[in-house]
């Protein structure tokens, strides 16, 4: 009987000291000799709980038995059956939370490092050689528009040209790609991937419009009344919140994605070989605990920041963002502040931030659910001195379509209404991605584009 | 790719170009604008649409350069392509029946404000219109708002404050005769600062006067929030909510001001461009 290895084969990266002052991709991936030290750990176990815990669902046993085989092609295959971004998820899924989570080994060591593979395959294929293409189904001349070219745009736009409808996808901003370009840097996904997948897309016959604004250059019933005979929207959740506390507007207070965008789709990281600049302080704190914040955290550190504090209201152990980002963050030496929340911004008399007011907050009993909510405790107010601040709340949907389409359903959190198919209230309009679920992940965004594409095709081959 | 189909040099440092934007001029009206990058290193940057034609598909703009963007714009001729051009963006301008509308306008806006007194025209409106120069030599488009305005005032003074007293000069005669001779809605593009100060000199009357602001813009769409403003106590983002907005309601010119010249020191060429009093300097 095969012996079980408990620890998984570690992946090389940059180190700390280095990786601070360049934004080249921060893990290297693994050669081919760790990916199939790696793979040999699987033990194909029968009843799958890592292929459930995805919410994709991929063949995880099937790809890992091909590479322990050494057939990456087929592997490649195998993956590409149910994600057409296996490089975008093998870097960015929380995989701690999903397939790696549900994975045998995890009760006794460290699980599979099944999104590792998963890249290196990924690599391995764009590397290697051509893609493989796709059979293509013959012409049915119905017309699709998809709105949005994000993880969910992209995934609806490739299944519905395969299975041979005419689409054409509408992006507001002069790339596509969505939150994966404007707003993951490249040192943890870098835009090259991206920008091949798209390509990928637009080789399957895909209209690509960038510069186009749906619900300013046409609306959604233009689109209805005019060329299209169905609708998918996945203009994503790009409203940034703010905290709404004194002071958040001086100078110097960015929103995450104004801070993002500047470094990672208009490069102010290159500045002033890129035009656009991005202007940078000291003393950076970085208010918010998921992703976003961990981005926003280690850009500030590559570009020049002295000292970076996250600044979270709960504890390490509640933040929702990557377990890998939260280690690679605290390894480049960002400084955390738990349990503790802003009530203010202060002014250096010229209306730019010198400094916050924090207040110390403490974790109540879990409540019905299990949730232990963050409470401010009376009197604790602090000051602590920064010149930057990036509020890194997350987002809200974007409202745009939604209130230039009456008869479309929203929740009161301004997410788009949708069945279990991705259906929305209007005729022939399909949503998916963080539109509807008001911000989650790429891979779910792609899951729900998937489903939203199958129901799609029915009713443009049968009408229902 | 979009087309430069023109480019003309109406005064020193001021150019308009209209680029080849079908897209873009079916839907334009007045006090819109678009955001162009010029090539794959370009940053995005705002201009407001000051004539379009929805049949030819083009769109003009005028622009003054200021700095490293404007610079490259200038070197432009017909031919030449823009990566990206994005509009109408923002909410047209508030156009309706008024009565007497005073407006405002100097740099860019003595172009980009002719779209909006068309439309005022066109709604019976009796106009009034304060042009301020730095002299006669950098004046221009002065015919079109002759044709439209049934008064027109040049406020013409060297740069600095002397300038700014002019056109405070000419409004504070006009609100004189106010309401005997009625001003109904003041619209004002021209510098923030001297927004700022029409709007306090009109509110003692209570006379709805229009400001359209323009803060530092990124996405233009209402996603990156480098735009906000607080407006009527709540925060707005120009880009969506604006540019024009009311300006008794806009509460911390201040802070828009400061956030306005964030960059300022990166490239800006424009003499006399340290206000008194700014934050920045
Ligand atoms: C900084 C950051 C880091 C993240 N990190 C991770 C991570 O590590 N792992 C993970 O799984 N998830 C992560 N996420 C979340 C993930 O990126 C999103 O859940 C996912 O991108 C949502 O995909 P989408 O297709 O719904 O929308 P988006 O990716 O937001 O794409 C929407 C696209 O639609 C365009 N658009 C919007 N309105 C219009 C319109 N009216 N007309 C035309 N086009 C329009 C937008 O410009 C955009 O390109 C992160 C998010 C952010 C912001
Ligand atoms: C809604 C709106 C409409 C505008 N319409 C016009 C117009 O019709 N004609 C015109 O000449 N100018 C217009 N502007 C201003 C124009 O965008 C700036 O002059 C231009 O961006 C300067 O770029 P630069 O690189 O040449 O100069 P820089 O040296 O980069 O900047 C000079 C100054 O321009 C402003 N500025 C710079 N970047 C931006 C930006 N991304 N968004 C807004 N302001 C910026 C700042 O105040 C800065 O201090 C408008 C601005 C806005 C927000
Ligand atoms: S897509 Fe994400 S969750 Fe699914 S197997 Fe790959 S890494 Fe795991
Ligand atoms: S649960 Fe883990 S060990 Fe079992 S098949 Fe999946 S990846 Fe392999
Ligand atoms: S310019 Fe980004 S929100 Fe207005
Ligand atoms: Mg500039």
């Given at each position: 009987k095969q012996k079980i290895n408990l620890n998984r084969v570690e992946m090389p990266k940059q180190s700390e000291h280095e990786r601070r002052h360049n934004f080249d991709e921060v893990a290297l991936g693994y050669t081919w000799e760790l990916a199939k030290e790696e793979a040999s750990r699987c033990i194909q176990c029968k009843k799958r709980p890592c292929q459930q815990g995805c919410p994709v669902n991929i063949d995880i046993p099937d790809f890992i038995a091909a590479l322990q085989r050494e057939d990456v092609e087929e592997a490649a295959r195998i993956l590409k059956r149910k994600t057409s971004l296996p490089g975008v998820c093998g870097r960015v899924c929380p995989q701690e939370l999903q397939c790696e989570n549900a994975c045998t080994l995890n009760k006794k060591g460290a699980p599979v490092a099944i999104g590792r593979l998963e890249r290196f395959i990924a690599d391995w294929e764009r590397t290697q050689g051509a893609p493989t293409m796709p059979e293509m189904a013959p012409s049915t001349g119905k017309k699709v528009a998809v709105v949005g070219s994000g993880p969910s745009g992209l995934t609806v736009a490739s299944d519905l040209a395969i299975l041979g409808h005419q689409v054409v996808l509408f992006e507001a901003l002069h790339v596509a790609g969505g939150v994966l370009m404007y707003g993951i840097p490249q040192f943890r996904l870098p835009k090259e991937i991206v920008q091949r997948e798209v390509q990928y897309v637009q080789s399957l016959g895909v209209d690509l419009r960038l510069n186009t604004v749906i619900g300013i250059n046409y609306s959604l019933d233009e689109l209805l009344r005019t060329d299209y005979d169905a609708v998918y929207l996945a203009?994503?959740?790009g409203l940034p919140k703010f905290l709404g506390v004194p002071g958040e507007n001086l100078n110097m207070v960015y929103s995450a994605n104004e801070f993002l965008t500047r470094t990672n789709l208009m490069k102010a990281y290159r500045y002033p070989e890129y035009a656009t600049p991005i202007k940078m302080g000291k003393k950076v704190a970085v208010i918010g605990g998921g992703n976003v914040a961990m981005d926003a955290a280690r850009c500030a550190v590559r570009l020049g920041a002295q000292e970076v504090y996250v600044i979270y209201r709960r504890t390490r152990a509640e933040m929702p963002a990557r377990l890998e980002e939260v280690e690679n963050a605290e390894e480049e030496g960002i400084e955390f502040h738990f349990l503790c929340n802003p009530t203010a911004f202060l002014s250096?008399?010229?209306?730019?931030?010198?400094a916050m007011e924090l207040i110390r907050m403490k974790l109540t009993e879990p409540d019905e659910s299990g949730r232990r909510r963050p409470v401010p405790i009376p009197g604790s107010e602090y000051i602590l001195d920064v010149d930057t601040v990036v509020v890194s709340l997350g987002t809200s949907p974007n409202p745009l379509i939604p209130s230039t389409t009456p008869d479309l359903n929203v929740t009161r959190w301004g997410t788009v209404v949708t069945d279990e198919r991705g259906r929305?209230?209007?005729?022939r309009v399909w949503a998916g991605g963080d539109i509807v679920s008001g911000g989650a992940t790429v891979i779910s965004a792609m899951g729900e584009g998937r489903i939203a594409a199958a129901s799609m095709h029915e009713f443009l081959s049968n009408g229902q | 790719m979009y087309s430069i189909v023109e480019h003309e040099?109406?005064?020193?440092?001021v150019h308009r170009l209209r680029v080849q934007a079908p897209v873009v001029a079916e839907k334009a009206k007045p006090g819109q604008f678009v955001i162009l990058i010029i090539d794959e290193k370009g940053e995005r940057v705002p201009f407001t649409i000051s004539d379009w034609d929805s049949e030819a598909g083009t769109v003009d703009f005028v622009f003054i350069e200021v700095g490293k963007t404007t610079q490259q714009l200038a070197t432009m001729q017909p031919g030449d392509q823009l990566l990206s051009f994005i509009g109408p963006l923002g909410r047209p301008a508030e156009v309706g029946q008024f009565g007497h509308v005073v407006s405002v306008l100097s740099g860019y806006g003595i172009a980009a404000m002719v779209p909006i007194l068309k439309a005022l025209k066109d709604n019976g409106n009796t106009l009034t219109t304060i042009v301020q120069a730095p002299d006669q030599d950098r004046l221009f488009g002065q015919k079109p708002l002759e044709e439209l305005s049934d008064t027109l005032i040049l406020a013409l003074g060297t740069q600095g404050d002397g300038m700014m007293e002019s056109t405070t000069v000419a409004m504070r005669k006009l609100l004189n005769q106010h309401p005997k001779r009625r001003i109904d809605r003041v619209i004002a593009m021209c510098s923030l600062c001297l927004m700022r100060v029409l709007s306090e000199m009109t509110r003692p009357y209570a006379i709805k006067t229009m400001v359209h602001l323009t803060p530092v813009m990124v996405d233009g769409t209402g996603m990156c929030g480098a735009c906000r403003l607080s407006v009527g106590r709540t925060n707005r983002f120009a880009c969506v909510h604006g540019p024009e907005f009311d300006g008794h309601e806009v509460d911390g010119w201040e802070v828009l001001m400061a956030r306005r010249c964030?960059?300022?020191?990166?490239?800006i060429l424009q003499q006399g461009f340290q206000c008194r009093g700014c934050s920045q300097w």
């Open positions: 203009p994503g959740a250096d008399g010229r209306n730019n931030v010198a929305t209230s209007k005729a | 040099v109406l005064a020193p440092r964030t960059y300022a020191d990166e490239s």
